[in-house]
């Protein structure tokens, strides 16, 4: 079955860094577009990044606008969301998705999830 598997959650001071990574298993990769969502307590989860199967296409929530990237390497398997500038307003669970295309994932509704990585930035 498919697996998703966040990795690189913690707790950082505000204006940190932090890499996320999903490692998937079970889908054909490199055919998947893959995206990030986030969960703060007391709201609902909301988009984040996306980006194309092959890569070169990408997607932001405007808050994280040159603040996150998101990247992945289809020979490993895995996406990964580069933090940069975090602030308090960041801390959520982070979520992995997969589907067929960018406009799934920017629309909320991947095929496939992971089980999230806690981000927890503090002041």
């Known amino acids: 079955q498919v697996q998703l598997v966040e990795t690189g959650g913690g707790l950082v001071q505000a204006g940190g860094s932090l890499r996320l990574s999903c490692a998937a298993s079970?889908?054909?990769?490199?055919?998947?577009?893959m995206g990030w969502f986030r969960q703060a307590p007391g709201k609902e989860r909301e988009f984040v990044a996306a980006?194309?199967?092959?890569?070169?296409?990408?997607d932001y929530e405007e808050s994280v606008k040159g603040r996150f990237t998101i990247s992945r390497d289809n020979a490993k398997n895995t996406v990964y969301l580069q933090m940069n500038s975090l602030s308090p307003e960041d801390t959520a669970v982070y979520y992995c998705?997969?589907?067929?295309?960018?406009?799934?994932?920017?629309?909320?509704?991947?095929?496939?999830w992971g089980q999230g990585t806690q981000v927890t930035v503090s002041s």
């Open positions: 998705g997969a589907g067929l295309n960018r406009r799934q994932l920017t629309n909320g509704r991947p095929a496939y």
């Open positions: 079970g889908l054909t990769f490199s055919t998947s577009a």
């Open positions: 980006i194309s199967s092959g890569g070169s296409n990408t």
